[in-house]
């Protein structure tokens, strides 16, 4: 007979009581729709955390899969208690765990082929603020949990459903960041000469990236690249501005081809060019596409709804035959949708990008996508960075903006602003000439001018962009029209940015 390991966990135990250190505290909204996240303490204790161990553990087993786990953290103060209260879980719902320490994510995916281990769980709050924590976790490489296998696992966890099995095992695996660094820059070598900003704001990052692209060949210039979990500077988070501002100083300062920069735990790559400007990840996603396409026949591309219209607009890439798919934005889904499409690449505008085979296993690496930018400007000895960006048709762009929304509440307005905006017939003066309703609602009217508004899949928020490809005037009103609609709905909050 299988025995319950935890008692059922709790929504709201308050700190420092005798309850808080006796059961587990899960909030629910904490599992979202393809990772789990929480403010740790406040929303989850080190017991719920092993009780979520225990439900990855019975979810591995109810799925069939053969109970062997890469686990791995990142470097916050926090993240290797998280990591032993998920371990002990784990072991007790009868899995082997492979621990292979201090990781950014792609190295806890890459030693899933590394070790030939199905299953991976990596502690890690990804760009998220201090304070929070989570776990990315999967069954099946190179792929991440979707909504289904999260819906079962919330379900698991908050019924008590997690069963203790034997078979349970531990071992510490050492050398997977010296093979995953290998594995990188193997058969890499970059002849241009280039300087390179390696930025990596005090996340782990750190610890991998300035070796990595030192082995190429190129000069680099480490940016923040001390391990310091209270991120002393700013967020390491290359959609925030602050580091993208600071990146842009460090290139103007040393003269550097470009910057770039690496969130919290090394899955996302942001760009600076050689003038400082940023290159926001969806467009280095068509120059990359344009690269790419140029070598290869019907190369297919799949982007998320965030992404700039160019994918399909863009001339050359029309010329050379790419084909590109719009999805929901999250590492899951792109993930996911571009190994289905059997596509050579996927990207995200947050600056997740994902190779498939010759260049890449299918996951986010924010490395690799490093890599990649590195040999585009190798392949084109004659252009700087910022002649590649200038090379592409002008649009007017948005940075990613998200305003405040709680967790148990943003869906629900999400589905509000989206009826709104199907109704909609005209905007800023122009038909509209597309509704996508995929992830959110993306309206699009006749000029090309676009706006997006969907629920955050992993904070309390909202995000909204837009994009004109004819001016800043359209683009701003744009804004100004889904600002509008927003401001109907008392639960949505400020805005941590805006045009």
């Known amino acids: 007979m299988q025995d319950l390991m935890l008692p059922k966990p709790l929504a709201d135990l308050a700190p420092n009581t005798f309850e808080y250190e006796t059961l587990p505290k899960v909030k629910a909204t904490g599992f979202r729709e393809y990772d789990a996240r929480w403010l740790f303490e406040k929303e989850i204790n080190l017991l719920g955390i092993q009780s979520l161990g225990a439900g990855l553990g019975t979810l591995i087993h109810e799925l069939g899969k053969r109970p062997d786990i890469v686990v791995g953290h990142d470097f916050r103060s926090y993240s290797a208690s998280i990591k032993q209260a998920l371990i002990v879980g784990l072991m007790g719902a009868g899995v082997r765990v492979h621990d292979i320490g201090l990781a950014v994510s792609p190295m806890a995916y890459f030693a899933q082929f ?21 776990v990315k976790m999967g069954v099946d490489a190179p792929l991440t949990f979707g909504p289904d296998e999260m819906g079962r696992l919330k379900e698991i966890v908050l019924s008590g459903q997690t069963k203790a099995r034997e078979g349970g095992g531990y071992r510490y695996v050492e050398g997977v960041r010296e093979r995953y660094i290998a594995d990188l820059v193997k058969d890499v070598k970059i002849a241009r000469p280039l300087k390179v900003i390696a930025a990596c704001g005090n996340g782990t990052a750190g610890a991998f990236a300035p070796e990595a692209l030192s082995r190429l060949g190129v000069e680099v210039i480490p940016m923040d690249d001390e391990l310091d979990h209270t991120f ?3 967020n390491p988070n290359p959609e925030d501005m602050k580091m993208l501002h600071a990146m842009r100083d460090a290139v103007l ?14 899955d996302r790559c942001g760009v600076v060019d050689n003038r400082g400007e940023e290159i926001f990840a969806d467009k280095i996603g068509v120059m990359l596409a344009r690269d790419l396409s140029s070598r290869h026949d019907n190369a297919v591309f799949v982007v998320d709804v965030k992404s700039t219209g160019l994918f399909t607009a863009d001339p050359v890439l029309q010329k050379q035959g790419a084909t590109t798919h719009y999805w929901k934005t999250g590492h899951s889904y792109i993930k996911r949708h571009t190994t289905d499409l059997n596509a050579m690449a996927g990207f995200e505008k947050s600056g997740h990008f994902f190779f498939r085979e010759p260049y ?12 990649a930018i590195l040999k585009m400007l190798d392949n084109n000895p004659e252009k700087s960075l910022a002649e590649l960006r200038e090379d592409l048709p002008t649009t007017y762009q948005s940075p990613t903006m998200s305003p405040h929304c709680d967790d148990d509440k943003k869906y629900g307005i999400v589905e509000k602003i989206v009826t709104h905006f199907e109704g909609q017939k005209e905007l800023i003066g122009q038909k509209v000439s597309d509704v996508n309703t995929v992830n959110g609602v993306r309206v699009t009217v006749e000029d090309g001018t676009w706006g997006l508004v969907r629920a955050s899949s992993n904070k309390p928020e909202l995000v909204v962009v837009v994009e004109s490809p004819v001016s800043e005037e359209n683009r701003n009103k744009m804004f100004a029209e889904i600002e509008q609609v ?8 400020a805005f941590n940015q805006k045009l």
């Open 232 to 234: 002393p500077k700013y």
């Open 253 to 266: 300062t040393h003269k550097a081809d470009l910057a770039l920069g690496f969130d919290g735990d090394g």
């Open 114 to 134: 590394d070790l030939d281990v199905p299953c991976v769980a990596m502690v890690t709050a990804s760009h998220n603020e201090n304070g929070w924590t989570g």
């Open 360 to 371: 890449g296993r299918g996951y986010d690496d924010g490395l690799v996508a490093a890599i």
């Open 486 to 493: 927003m401001a109907g709905y008392p639960e949505i909050g």
